[in-house]
């Protein structure tokens, strides 16, 4: 959907190697999210935040970490690669009153060989 | 914990049949449930949701879903389904506050010409 962007779409890194995913939003939305896809288990919250550095953990968390400096961006970064992290990860963004629920991004397709 | 249950893992119908998805919830107190497409290789996008009010809920492409209180339950229908609405769908919810959404495992649904 226009307004919200991730970076980059696909990636293929080696295990133990940092990694860090973007998330890039126009929507000037308060709430952000990171989820990872996996077959059989749908959608697993990552961290979120709130607003500017605030951030939470999620369901998930362990391994990542994420970073909000401005309204607009949310970075997400696996730490140390590992193959478990193989996955599809999706931001997404929280709009309020009428247009409560998420929007996605297209996603990014990470693999950690 | 709050969560979200979808028992039909995958469904196979063919163009015309009616379509059921079934949805189970163990929120307490206040809850949103939502339903997500995602088509094949592409991220979810927002089919309809519900937060108070007539539980018979509409949403795009000719999709519905009614929210049973006594049941838990927010199930998906549709009269009619076509070959495009070949994806996978998934049923979420939370409880306010940050927004943080629950998701079910999904199901996938194949429509046969």
């Known amino acids: 959907d226009a307004g919200i962007t991730q970076s980059p779409r696909h990636k293929v890194t080696e295990t133990g190697t940092p990694v860090t995913l973007r998330c890039h939003q126009t929507e000037n939305h308060r709430y952000m999210y990171w989820y990872r896809q996996d077959p059989g288990h749908g959608l697993r919250l990552i961290h979120y935040s709130y607003g500017v550095k605030d951030t939470d953990k999620g369901e998930v968390s362990d391994g990542y970490s994420v970073s909000r400096s401005k309204t607009e961006d949310f970075l997400l970064t696996l730490e140390s690669a590992t193959s478990s992290q193989t996955s599809v990860y999706f931001c997404?963004?929280?709009?309020?009153?009428?247009?409560?629920?998420?929007?996605f991004g297209s996603g990014t397709r990470l693999t950690v060989v | 914990a709050q969560s979200v249950s979808q028992h039909n893992h995958h469904v196979i119908l063919s163009e015309a049949a009616s379509l059921e998805l079934g949805c189970n919830y163990s929120?307490?107190?206040?809850?949103?449930l939502f339903w997500y497409v995602q088509y094949p290789g592409q991220h979810l996008q927002l089919l309809l949701k519900y937060f108070s009010g007539d539980p018979l809920v509409k949403g795009i492409k000719g999709f519905e879903a009614e929210f049973i209180k006594s049941k838990f339950s927010f199930n998906l229908r549709k009269p009619s389904v076509q070959w495009s609405d070949t994806a996978e769908y998934f049923c979420a919810g939370d409880s306010g506050g940050y927004q943080k959404v629950t998701f079910g495992t999904g199901t996938k649904l194949q429509v046969i010409p």
């Open positions: 997404a963004i929280g709009g309020t009153g009428v247009n409560y629920g998420y929007t």
């Open positions: 929120y307490g107190g206040t809850v949103n």
